[in-house]
């Protein structure tokens, strides 16, 4: 037992290290601070049941409510599991755009949470979540 939650501890020490990861910023600054609100179609995405190792993707769709262009200066996730595509051009005014996530399940099992922080000028701090259950052939957590 004492083997089984010391690999346990390993793994989840490497598969979210570094605490906060702040992803690539925004090549374009805000020119004012005027800010504009945003709504997103959805903002929790459950991948549902993984296999340790699997690599998945979901995309967020926005739409940009206000009578300001909405610009991402950048987005911060928990962890180095998550990687983020997202448009670093300003959206207009009733446009649309889309942000990526790619999710990598190695070295995870159970339920898995990640939360995605993304700061532009809105005028409420977004968030984006997803959700997981990672089956891993060399553990096993009972509920």
Do not use: W
């Not at 549902?48 to 409510?65: Q, Y």
């Not at 949470?113 to 979540?129: D, R, V």
């Amino acid at each position: 037992m004492k083997r089984i939650a010391g690999i346990l501890i390993i793994l989840l020490t490497f598969s979210c290290s570094g605490g906060k990861n702040q992803q690539e910023k925004s090549a374009e600054k805000t020119t004012s601070d005027e800010k504009t609100t945003v709504a997103f179609d959805q903002e929790v995405y459950d991948f549902g049941t993984l296999k340790a190792g699997e690599i998945v993707v979901c995309t967020f769709t926005f739409t940009n409510t206000g009578n300001t262009d909405y610009l991402i200066d950048s987005i911060d996730t928990e962890c180095g599991c998550i990687s983020v595509q997202f448009p670093r051009e300003a959206v207009k005014p009733g446009q649309t755009g889309n942000i990526e996530i790619e999710f990598d399940s190695s070295g995870m099992v159970g339920r898995e949470y990640k939360a995605i922080e993304i700061k532009g000028n809105s005028k409420e701090l977004k968030h984006l979540a997803i959700f997981a259950i990672v089956e891993n052939e060399l553990l096993k957590i009972k509920y």
